[in-house]
């Protein structure tokens, strides 16, 4: 059973910072790319960030880029997503997600409902 774990979440000010996990289990977590995907009240779902647990290729969203860094543990399965320079616009429940190596760049840059499987999201509140 494929299984997607996002945990880290919390209440923090504006400029702190927050670390989020995404622990995998159930398939071969060096095929796969993983990634962060985030939705707020009222918004579409947006990709914030994806790694390629093969080769370690990356992709921001313009609005985290600079503030947000992606990283993988393949020895782990999991995929962390260290949250700097946090902003209230930062609020929503964050999800981890996972595709296949192959396109995953286009379903996290854009394309959300391409991907192949879903955790359970973790909410980040960002006062100001």
């Known amino acids: 059973e494929v299984q997607l774990q996002a945990s880290g979440g919390g209440l923090v000010q504006a400029g702190g910072s927050l670390r989020l996990s995404c622990a995998a289990s159930?398939?071969?977590?060096?095929?796969?790319?993983i990634g962060w995907f985030r939705q707020a009240p009222g918004k579409e779902r947006e990709g914030v960030s994806c790694?390629?647990?093969?080769?370690?290729?990356?992709y921001y969203g313009d609005s985290v880029k600079g503030r947000f860094t992606i990283s993988s543990d393949n020895a782990k399965n999991t995929v962390y997503l260290q949250m700097n320079s946090l902003k209230p616009e930062d609020t929503a429940v964050y999800y981890c997600?996972?595709?296949?190596?192959?396109?995953?760049?286009?379903?996290?840059?854009?394309?959300?409902?391409?991907?192949?499987?879903w955790g359970k999201g973790t909410q980040v509140t960002v006062s100001s």
């Open positions: 159930g398939f071969t977590f060096d095929d796969y790319a």
């Open positions: 997600a996972a595709v296949g190596r192959f396109g995953w760049y286009y379903y996290c840059s854009g394309y959300p409902d391409g991907m192949s499987y």
């Open positions: 790694i390629s647990s093969s080769d370690g290729s990356t």
